[in-house]
């Protein structure tokens, strides 16, 4: 699998382990649980924990894990993340251990982080001795905002002292053992937009005598987009999307409102401050154009996730390591959006991505697809990953 090195775990132990990181994610892919309602998957990930041995376990909100090894030696403190969460879609798959919650299912591979941060929570638990103190947190609702990230920062002691944190994602893109990395800006910030065109409702055959929402709202979506193409430079990353348009309920009316939901993506602070007004403006002109009135509300979700340059440098240099050269790669960076970045806010750190696509499995499909699973190798690889940038950032 990988070099005998120090930071490693013995490859023989690691090998031991991978059949029940199989179990472990089967388990949890069997079981899914959406966001906020992860009761059981929680109470699973606690008993697993206490069983090790060796770990302080507590439950920061009802459906949220910590776990704690104190170290013997000085050190500092490092905060590993797994988030625990499914989303709320029917899965299409027919392995034996397809989803047997209808209507939810582990769509984006948070199955297979669990599984790994609690076999980095074996490997750890199985050491006599630790450098500086060593927290892992099974976290809650990263597919929902504002994010099971916000809640454990903004209202727990999970950041008090911590001196660094990292976490990964499984990535169906990238082919299984590989490691991407990337400093700096990594993830947007995933913004949403909910207008209402409000109209005059009316019969079909006589539009002049209404006010059509489904025209305006459609002018909307359209002129939405000269946004991106003309009030932004080139040179900046920004995403107006509409996926969302509800109106109407027959063939020979004219409804009175039409719904749009979207979502904006960004990066850089200074646009995404500028967004709502820009595309509010847009709405206000459309609607005034044609006698429409209209309703509006911006709603910010997840921070852009911003990663440290020294952090993603050791990350780099563990993946070097763990993986080699060859499939160590500079991470692209996305127009996805992701909670960790609220842990950035509180301590330094950095979130990379482990490659789990196996065409020969059938594993290519992409994230929140039907279909979306992950080759089962890509496991021991984020555990070696997890345990060894531990080990690296916790002597600093």
Sequence with gaps: MTQNLEIQPHAERLMALEPQLVIWRRHLHRHPEVSFQEHQTAAYIAAELRGMGGLEVSQLTPTSVLAI?????????????????????????SFEFVSQNSGSMHACGHDGHTA????????????????????????????????????LVFASALMDGVDVVTGLHLNSQLPVGVVAV?????????????????????????????????????????????????????????VVSV????????????????????????????????????????????????GARYEYRYENGYRPLINDDGVAEVLRQVALEVVGEERTVLAKPTMG???????????????????????????GFPHHHPRFTIDEAALGTGVEMMYAAAIRLAKG
């Design 69 to 93: 090894r104190r170290g013997t030696r000085p050190g500092k403190t490092v905060l590993l993340r797994a988030d625990i969460d499914a989303l709320p879609m029917s899965e299409e798959n």
């Design 116 to 151: 790994i941060l609690l076999g980095v929570a074996q490997l750890v638990s199985e050491q006599a001795d630790w450098d500086g103190e060593l927290r892992m947190i099974f976290q809650h609702a990263e597919e929902q905002s504002p994010g099971g990230a916000e809640e």
């Design 182 to 238: 990337r400093p700096g800006a990594f993830m947007a910030a995933p913004d949403n937009i909910y207008i209402t065109i409000l109209g005059r409702g009316g019969h079909a055959a006589h539009p002049e005598e209404a006010v059509d929402p489904i025209v305006v709202g459609a002018q909307v979506v359209t002129n939405l987009q000269h946004i991106v193409s003309r009030g932004v430079s080139a040179l900046d990353s920004l």
């Design 243 to 290: 996926t969302y348009f509800q109106a109407g309920t027959t063939t020979n009316v004219i409804p009175d409102r039409a719904e749009l939901k979207g979502t904006v993506r960004s990066f850089d602070p200074e646009l995404r401050e500028r967004a709502p007004a820009m595309i509010e403006r847009v709405v206000r002109g459309v609607c005034e154009a044609h």
């Design 337 to 363: 959006g992701e909670d960790f970045s609220a842990y950035l806010e509180k301590a330094p750190g950095a979130y990379f991505n482990v490659g789990s696509r196996n065409d020969g499995l059938e594993s």
